[in-house]
């Protein structure tokens, strides 16, 4: 008797980003449609090449994606709002974009603003939210970029001799609504349309002889009530009839209170993540007691979120116990997507220290077949797990004195600043300059003097631009930063930086996580000296930028478990707070410390939910407990949901709070709505993730629109997240529309 080895997904930004380097061409038009897929047909497959090579059993296909998985099915499903006027004349291909983007007021299409984008669950990655009518309707369906990855799929396979089942991924129907927007009070109504259009898809796949679809219902691991639980019931006692066989996957966390819903799917299968379970050996034997003794049972238990490698002896036990209950009724898999991790260590020079120890999402396919091999006792585990040995924070977390309007009050008396201070979130354009001058630095090219000479050349440029438009307050642009955590990560003790470790944040944009070796601190100051040269030249206000221990913590590669991640979180508290002392020390009157992932890390289920608002909470609170009265302290927020979480925001008491409005048709500006947060606040009034310029009327309907609920003397103008992925044109146009808006509300509301 066998086991059955698979994965949930796969990276596709390929092994040195070819993707987003051939989407980025097109988008440019520096080259034609047929090139650019060309590019991408080739990483998709290698993407299939690897996984033949490593020696699963089924061979997925249907994750890859040229933007996220969640917009390729709304456009093949047929959703067009209607505000994106001409999407019909597009195909599938140019339309993704079309909704991921935005377009300016050029030739046949209007003024449109991109589909809101936010967290996937608690991971870095980003999906755009679907915009369901009233009475959406999905008959106008185009499968044909599901389609054409089959049979790529099956034509690889051919041609290697192998003869392996395929599993096209899916996301399910019922997480998809529930990561829509609607019209319709309740989303599950759209179920009656919606199913149909799944029941074509699959059909279609089972003619393809697809022998397995895996629906990816990751709500399954939220605390879902009983209407949702219902619509599970619904959908799939429809589905189950049409080939392919189901496997219904959830993953990140366990299935709660879904349990008794997704064991007894009409399905052939469910799969669970046990590497995000507290009691990972319970939480399997859990399931396989209530699951019917006909399904297939498909344990994630390689980390789709860890580089480290797999504890094989604890692997081993689990999967050991697991199989001699279910037989070859046991698939083996990764417990989520592999599309979290970067593609392939061998391609890092790897410390003598992490020789062996780190494991991508290529190694992670190996790690998969030698589990299934564990499992049968086919072959022996290696012993030699991984473990971070920390040190607790010698003291507890401590808050800064005074309360937000003493501190506001002294803060204005000693900036002066005027009715809607303007100034942006923190980066200006990352040009090909910066990239070229540190390429060359990276590679020996050119001397530290000359960099650091190229570098303040930029900001000298950046501090020219905001002096012609007239800001209010200053950032010096971030011309020496590659990303708003790795470069503190550099500076820190107890991380360690990858140099091809990239992972996809959304779209094209990729990142490079620090992976977290060791107890943290920070030997020297990391941003004082740029900051004081940038101050040099101006009189105007220049903001100390940081990233804040929560977002640096969230956006590493660290340990899953609770208590060392609490560890980690103060340790980098601790080392911000030093910045901070020594950039008030300087003279900066402004620091800004970024938390866009503040709420990326909440567990997805409620009662976990209380210890990690306390910790990351006091976590912020301890990076600034050093400033001033006089010391503005600002945070940055984006992309998440804050309606949950007001409290807590609140408790981080930064005197100038700023957030993403532009992108989420205001939505996020409804929490704030009330008596529920009493400090300052700049609502982004634009989408800077967008290449449109919106006009000044634009983006005046945010301010009138926050007005209504905040003081004027505590709301700020500002874009709604960092420009570095915008060019020096459409940044200083951008900018220059939202000086001449800030000058008309002025004028209205003084």
């Keep these: 008797m066998t086991t059955t080895s698979h994965i949930l997904g796969y990276p596709r ?22 090139e650019t897929l060309a590019q991408i047909e080739a990483v998709f497959t290698t993407n299939i090449q690897d996984q033949i090579d490593a020696g699963l059993d089924v061979i997925t296909t249907g994750d890859f994606a040229h933007y996220d998985l969640v917009l390729t099915l709304a456009t093949a499903l047929g959703v067009v709002p209607p505000r994106f006027a001409g999407a019909e004349t597009l195909d599938t291909f140019d339309r993704q974009f079309y909704f ?15 589909w809101q984008m936010t967290k996937w669950f608690d991971t870095n990655y980003h999906y755009l939210v679907p915009e369901l009518a009233k009475d959406q309707d999905f008959a106008n369906t185009d499968f044909s970029q599901i389609i054409k990855q089959v049979n790529d799929a099956k034509a690889i396979l051919d041609k290697n001799g192998v003869n392996k089942p ?23 109504a759209h179920l009656d349309k919606l199913i149909p259009a799944y029941s074509q898809l699959l059909a279609t796949l089972g003619e393809l002889g697809v022998e397995y679809a895996q629906l990816d219902e990751p709500i399954l691991s939220l605390d879902l009530d009983g209407t949702w639980q219902q619509a599970f019931e619904r959908a799939y006692s429809t589905l189950q009839r049409i080939p392919p066989k189901i496997i219904v996957a959830s993953y990140f966390d366990t299935l709660g209170n879904n349990i008794n819903t997704a064991c007894n799917l009409p399905v052939a299968g469910i799969h669970i993540d046990i590497t995000r379970a507290k009691s990972p050996k319970q939480y399997a034997q859990q399931v396989i007691d209530q699951l019917p003794t006909h399904k297939i049972l498909s344990i994630g238990v390689v980390d789709g979120r860890s580089v480290w490698t797999t504890d094989q002896a604890a692997a081993a036990e689990i999967l050991g116990e697991s199989y001699a209950k279910l037989g070859e009724r046991l698939w083996v898999g990764s417990g989520s997507s592999l599309l979290h ?19 991508f999402a290529k190694q992670k396919l190996s790690e998969v077949v030698t589990c299934a091999k564990l499992a049968t006792g086919e072959i022996q585990a290696d012993t030699n797990a991984v473990a971070l040995n920390l040190t607790a924070p010698t003291s507890a977390a401590k808050a800064r004195d005074g309360e937000f309007v003493e501190r506001y009050a002294a803060q204005q008396d000693k900036l002066n600043l005027p009715l809607f201070p303007t100034t942006t979130i923190g980066s200006f354009p990352q040009t090909i300059e910066i990239r070229k001058a540190r390429s060359q630095w990276n590679k020996g090219e050119l001397s530290d003097a000359d960099y650091e000479n190229a570098m303040k050349a930029e900001i000298r440029r950046s501090v020219d631009e905001q002096e012609k438009l007239g800001l209010d307050v200053f950032v010096h642009g971030e011309a020496e930063r590659t990303d708003m955590v790795e470069y503190f990560a550099k500076y820190m003790e107890g991380f360690w930086v990858s140099a091809n470790g990239w992972v996809q944040s959304y779209g094209t944009r990729c990142v490079r996580p620090p992976i977290v070796v060791g107890d943290i601190s920070r030997p020297t100051a990391m941003t004082v000296e740029w900051i004081n040269y940038a101050q040099s030249l101006t009189n105007k206000p220049m903001k100390g930028m940081l990233t804040g221990p929560v977002t640096i913590l969230n956006w590493s590669f660290a340990p899953s478990d609770t208590a060392t991640r609490d560890i980690l979180r103060l340790q980098i508290a601790e080392a911000i707070n030093q910045e901070v002392g020594d950039l008030q020390d300087a003279g900066v009157a402004i620091i800004q410390i970024d938390e866009p992932a503040f709420r990326e890390g909440l567990p997805l289920k409620t009662a976990d939910q209380l210890h990690y608002w306390q910790q990351a909470v006091n976590a912020f609170k301890h990076s600034c407990s050093i400033a001033h009265k006089t010391t503005q302290i600002h945070t940055h927020m984006c992309y998440s949901s804050f309606h949950d979480c007001l409290a807590h925001i609140s408790a981080m008491d930064a005197d100038v709070i700023t957030i993403e409005t532009a992108r989420s048709g205001l939505q996020l500006l409804d929490a704030f709505k009330g008596d529920g947060y009493h400090n300052a606040i700049g609502p982004g009034v634009y989408d800077i993730h967008s290449p449109r310029t919106p006009s000044s ?14 003081p004027a003397e505590r709301l700020w103008v500002n874009p709604d997240c960092g420009l570095k992925t915008r060019n020096w044109e459409e940044t200083v146009a951008a900018l220059a529309n939202m000086i001449e808006m800030t000058k008309k509300v002025r004028q209205q509301y003084a």
Excluded: C, H
């Design 13 to 34: 930004i390929g092994d040195r980003r070819q993707t987003k380097f051939a989407l980025e061409k097109y988008w440019k038009g520096k080259q034609d449609k047929a």
């Design 697 to 710: 009327e634009n983006m005046q309907v945010v301010i009138d629109e926050a007005v209504k609920y905040i």
């Design 100 to 114: 991921a983007r935005g377009r300016d007021n050029t030739g046949k299409f209007a003024d449109t603003a991109a």
């Design 166 to 188: 395929l599993k096209v991924v899916l996301v399910g129907p019922v997480s998809f609504l529930y990561l829509a927007t609607s019209e319709n009070d309740d989303k599950t």
């Design 341 to 359: 991790l970067p593609v392939d260590v061998s391609l890092e020079n790897v410390p003598a220290a992490l020789v062996g120890k780190l494991a």
